[in-house]
C-alpha cells in the first residue's frame, strides 16, 4: 500500500472523476485482454522459474511439473490469477491503472497547494504560489493525459524513474501552458 500526491488540471469539478477515471485499476475491461497464448504462458513460466524471479513455493512446485504442459498451465493460472480459455490466458485487469482509490477531503496532505494567501486542496491556477508548490508524485492534465514521476507499486516500490531535474521541468513545463482559471485539485492517490 503507498499514498502519493497527484494534481488533477480541469475546467469544471464535475469532470474531475472523468479525467482520472481511465486510470483506476478496479476499472473492469470488457471484454477481457488476451494476455498469454499456452504457449507463451508456458515459456513465461519457465522463464521466470529459470531468473528465480518465482517464490520459493512456486519454484519448487514449477521444479515438480514443469515437463508437464497441462499441469504448467493449470499452475500458470493460479499463480498469475488470469482466467483460461481454450486458447490462452485473459486479462480483464485494467492496463492503466495507476490507482485504487483517492481521496480530496481528509487528505494526508491537508491542504497541498500554497497559495498568495494561505492553503488549499483546490484552487485556480493563478492563485497558486508555484515558486513554493513541492512537485507532485503525478499530474493529470486537463485533457486527461496522465504524467508521473516513476510507475508506483505497493509499498513504495518504483520503476521507470525520472530524475528529479527532468520530472520537474516535465511538470513546470506543463503548468506554463495552463489557463489561469483552470482548476488545480490537489488528490491523495492510493495504490
Sequence with gaps: MSH???????????????????YDENHIVDPPILKYTNEQAIRHLIDE?????????????????IN??????????EYYGYTRDF?????????QGKYDWYTIEDSRWGNYLP?????AQIAQA??????????????????????????LWWWCMTKNEKDDNSWAKEFYN?????DKDTLVVAIDFHI
Design 87 to 95: 486458447d490462452g490466458f485473459y486479462s480483464s485487469t485494467n492496463e
Design 4 to 22: 502519493f500526491i497527484g494534481l488533477v488540471f480541469c475546467k469544471d469539478l464535475d469532470k474531475l472523476t472523468d479525467l482520472i477515471a481511465p
Design 49 to 65: 522459474f529459470h531468473k528465480g524471479n518465482l517464490n520459493l513455493n512456486a519454484t519448487e512446485t514449477v521444479k515438480s511439473i
Design 174 to 178: 506543463y503548468v506554463k501552458t495552463v
Design 126 to 151: 493563478k492563485d497558486i504560489d508555484w515558486k513554493v508548490l513541492k512537485v507532485p508524485h503525478c499530474f493529470v492534465t486537463i485533457n486527461g493525459v496522465w504524467h508521473e514521476k516513476s510507475e
Design 68 to 77: 508437464d504442459r497441462e499441469a504448467c498451465l493449470k499452475f500458470f493460472e
Design 115 to 119: 497559495l498568495k494567501e494561505g492553503t
